[in-house]
């Protein structure tokens, strides 16, 4: 079946940075589009980053661009998302996910696999 983990996540100081990763199995890695959600207690899921199949071309949410990239390698089927410069506003639990559009798509309806979260915890 097809599934996706990611690793990374912990706890962090204002200013530090983390490299989270998704590995994916189950699945043609490249003909997904992959993408990063997060979620804070009591608050909706938001979008984060997305990166099509071949990686040339990504997607950012206003609060993270400039300070978050993501990218993936197609041969480890691997998504992955380096944070810089870290807020405490971005502490949530953080998904990967994976579409069937080969297009970076901020819409999470697009998305039909997802992963687990992994924590990430910025404190002030």
């Known amino acids: 079946q097809v599934q996706l983990v990611e690793s990374g996540g912990g706890l962090v100081q204002a200013g530090g940075s983390l490299r989270l990763s998704c590995a994916a199995s189950?699945?043609?890695?490249?003909?997904?589009?992959m993408g990063w959600f997060r979620q804070a207690p009591g608050k909706e899921r938001e979008f984060v980053a997305a990166?099509?199949?071949?990686?040339?071309?990504?997607h950012y949410a206003d609060s993270v661009k400039g300070r978050f990239t993501i990218s993936r390698d197609n041969a480890k089927n691997t998504v992955y998302l380096q944070m810089n410069s870290l807020k405490p506003e971005d502490t949530a639990v953080y998904c990967c996910?994976?579409?069937?559009?080969?297009?970076?798509?901020?819409?999470?309806?697009?998305?039909?696999?997802w992963g687990q979260g992994t924590q990430v915890t910025v404190s002030s």
């Open positions: 996910a994976a579409a069937r559009t080969a297009w970076a798509t901020r819409i999470s309806l697009n998305y039909d696999y």
């Open positions: 189950g699945l043609t890695f490249s003909n997904y589009a």
């Open positions: 990166i099509n199949w071949s990686g040339a071309n990504t």
